[in-house]
């Protein structure tokens, strides 16, 4: 058998977006990990929708997610939260990516972990805090002090978000960098289910 660093790119690719026929690919993580932008790519190398559950939040309730925060506080936007990202792993296949917290609410995971494959996009926190301090529209963030709460997020959710199927180690390189290495990842873990 091959070894996966030795299959082609387009061969990785093409292995990855078959191996789990209409199972949704999703992205967790901390804010600031990049599941988004790096969701975003995956999808367009697969050949796949991508779907930002944010996005999808903010267009459903015609609100912002710092406005809902704001409105309905953090257990109101989980329950919206979780009720949209079940709607959207009704369908598939497609590249989702998660809020922050999506991951953190039992519901959610659990729908996660029997609808999807789950990748978790794990950052240090000089990481993070390089990338989440620029923006002040992070509700999670509006503290007295928010790289505390960050690394306090960080603390809490890490050992969650570990749960997860397959972990990439989100960090200052070039994006391609991280996409061809979670590729390579989904691959690998079609491998090892085909042999089990």
């Known amino acids: 058998m091959t070894a996966v660093s030795d299959v082609s790119r387009q061969d990785l690719r093409r292995v990855a977006r078959e191996a789990f026929g209409a199972r949704n690919i999703v992205f967790v993580g901390l804010m600031g990990a990049g599941k988004s932008v790096i969701g975003k ?35 109101e936007f989980r329950a919206l939260e979780a009720r949209v990202i079940e709607r959207l792993l009704k369908s598939g296949p497609r590249v989702l990516s998660t809020g922050g917290g999506a991951f953190i609410n039992e519901k959610s995971r659990a729908l ?33 002090e928010p790289e505390q709460t960050l690394k306090t997020l960080m603390e809490k959710r ?32 079609a491998g090892e289910a085909a042999i089990s």
């Not at 494959?117 to 989440?132: C, G, M, N, Y």
């Open 41 to 75: 790519m995956v999808a367009t190398a697969l050949e796949l929708p991508f779907v930002d559950s944010d996005a999808e939040i903010e267009r459903v309730s015609q609100m912002t997610i710092a406005e809902l925060f704001d409105l309905y506080g953090e257990t």
């Open 112 to 144: 996660i972990k029997d609808e999807a494959v789950s990748i978790w996009l794990k950052a240090d926190l000089d990481v993070l805090w390089e990338r989440v301090k620029k923006r002040d529209t992070r509700p999670l963030l509006k503290t007295a």
């Open 158 to 189: 890490y050992p969650i978000y570990a749960e997860a199927d397959i972990t990439i180690n989100s960090r200052n390189v070039r994006k391609e960098v991280i996409v061809e290495e979670t590729i390579a990842a989904l691959a690998a873990r």
